[in-house]
């Protein structure tokens, strides 16, 4: 892997890596909390980035207050987001990308691609949803109670082994105790209830109809942390949006069928997928 490098933005360094050679760039919208430097210490997701560098440059980076990037600046809006996602494109000579975006990260893809269409080429949405709590459109979110109180486990919890199974729901002990020190390493305990506080706030409902680039959102049925009913409503939201199930528990995307949908990816992004041996039938629910 190439070095980590870093971006200024808003008097912060983010720190980003690029891997991979070819036509098409991805970025990687990463989480609130990660790491570069543990990325690619798990198989998993250590494979799921070379799947993407093997059709184009891979674009990653820790969000400001995460990881790698300036600790004491956080936690970042989602517009305080997008210029850092910006400012990283702009360090790595890169004019224009498809983005990733899973889990609460896919509201600042959403958001990119709305005030930014013109750097950003596709997006892909997996596991995602378009605000935190409960509203009269998204009834099946927390209400403000609800979660508060799931915000209090998991600030009393943050990177211990219940908290690594909720994240890796789906996956096996060692991606179990690879996410606890994932957690630990990304984002200390005095951030947690600021950056939850943020996110109740986020909301890119109305941001949806915006999109104006082509766009895939992607959902597994068995899914143990994200209702299915976000994904179905982002999807319904997005102007000539597809929209894909697929088979599977796993919440992390590069656990379980990757190959699927991997082939889904690699399709949407370049016209085509190459044949994959483990890639199982699935539910397109488009």
């Known amino acids: 892997m190439r070095e980590v490098r870093y971006a200024s933005s808003g008097g912060a360094n983010i720190a980003y890596r690029v891997v991979g050679e070819g036509p ?10 990660s790491n570069l430097d543990l990325l690619p210490e798990f198989p998993s ?15 990653t980076w820790d969000r400001r207050g995460a990881g790698l990037s300036d600790r004491g600046v956080g936690p970042a809006t989602l517009q305080q987001g997008v210029a850092d996602l910006i400012a990283v494109l702009d360090a790595a000579g890169v004019e224009k990308t498809a983005l990733f975006g899973f889990n609460e990260s896919s509201m600042l893809a959403v958001l990119a691609a709305v005030k ?24 099946w ?3 403000a109670e609800e979660r508060e109180q799931e915000v209090e486990l998991l600030v009393g919890g943050w990177g211990s082994y219940q908290m690594g199974q909720l994240f890796m729901a789906g996956g096996d002990e060692r991606a179990v105790q690879w ?12 951030m947690l209830r600021g950056t939850y506080e943020m996110l109740s706030e986020a909301d890119v409902r ?3 109809p915006r999109i104006t680039v082509p ?72």
């Open 141 to 143: 979110a927390p209400s």
């Open 45 to 59: 997701i250590a494979n799921g980035v070379r799947g993407f560098s093997s059709f184009g440059r891979v674009i």
């Open 215 to 286: 766009t895939l959102v992607m959902y597994r049925t068995g899914d143990l942390n994200v209702p299915v009913q976000n994904s179905r409503y982002i999807a319904s939201k997005i102007p000539g949006a597809r929209y894909v199930e697929f088979c599977g528990s796993e919440h992390v995307p590069f656990l379980g069928d990757w190959d699927t949908i991997a082939g889904e990816i690699e399709e949407f992004l370049t016209g085509h997928r190459k044949p994959r041996g483990n890639e199982r039938a699935m539910e397109d629910a488009s």
């Open 116 to 139: 930014h269409p013109e750097r950003i080429s596709k997006v892909i949405l997996y596991g995602s949803y378009a605000t935190t709590v409960r509203k009269d459109d998204y009834p």
């Open 24 to 33: 098409q760039d991805v970025m990687l919208v990463p989480l609130w909390f």
């Open 179 to 190: 996410a606890m020190r994932w957690m630990r390493n990304s984002v200390s305990k005095d």
């Open 206 to 208: 109305a941001d949806l």
